[in-house]
């Protein structure tokens, strides 16, 4: 008699705006259900720290105020998600893919999600948690003047806000992304989950939590009768 094949590892990507608490929930994620945290800034920042040809390449471009073409970067991510922790374990891909053409490149080297989370967060308040975001030089602790604000006057007085922090910048950063989105989604359509993300960060991470655990269960049910039918 066989025994029950494990089911297969999940694959989720994660998409959100700025300040739609995606770094947060990415973290919660990855404790409850073990998948690989992949960021592509991350592998970004490791390969130019490590000195890699594909860290080299991209410093140049990025030097030169250029964006890093999406053959490194494909090449970065592909690298990641084929180590052995990933595929055991499975992976969270995070806010990547950003455009239609970094999607297809994954399709074609065999990449496909099997869920595609988006957080949606009303512009009006994703623009008023970064207006409102100012950082601590001395500690690097990040406050909020109306969700998390300073414990002492001496604190809040030494605050600064990131230059890129204000309401025109944000609006800009949000077309951005709301148009890369748009593209990518239209790749996922079938296995997007929207999730309402401006309620608290554990109500955010019961709608998500949710759709793992049902899509976790439909799993161990087919790898179950799979493993039946080869008895």
């Not at 990641?80 to 455009?99: A, T």
Request: charged residues 30%.
């Amino acid at each position: 008699m066989a025994s029950a094949t494990k089911p297969e590892p999940l694959k989720i990507m994660i998409s959100g705006a700025p300040a739609s608490g995606k770094g947060t929930q990415c973290e919660l994620i990855t404790q409850k259900y073990g998948l690989v945290h992949v960021s592509a800034g991350d592998l970004l920042r490791a390969e130019i720290a490590a000195g890699s040809e594909n860290g080299r390449q991209a410093k140049e471009f990025m030097e030169k105020g250029k964006l890093v073409p999406d053959e490194i970067v494909v090449t970065m991510v592909k690298e990641r998600l084929l180590q052995s922790d990933s595929q055991k374990n499975g992976w969270l891909l995070d806010g990547y893919p950003r455009s239609l053409s970094q999607a297809t490149a994954l399709k074609e080297l065999g990449f496909e999600p099997d869920l595609f989370i988006l957080l949606e967060v009303p512009e009006d308040t994703l623009v008023e948690r970064v207006v409102g975001r100012r950082l601590d030089p001395v500690t690097g602790k990040i406050y909020h003047l109306k969700y998390s604000p300073p414990e002492t006057e001496e604190i809040a007085a030494r605050l600064t806000q990131r230059f890129d922090d204000t309401e025109e910048k944000v609006k800009l950063r949000l077309r951005t992304h709301h148009q890369n989105v748009e593209a990518v989604l239209s790749m996922y359509t079938d296995i997007t989950v929207k999730i309402h993300g401006s309620v608290c960060k554990e109500e955010v991470f019961a709608q998500i939590d949710a759709v793992l655990a049902e899509l976790l269960e439909q799993r161990q049910a087919t790898s179950g009768s799979l493993a039946g039918k080869k008895m």
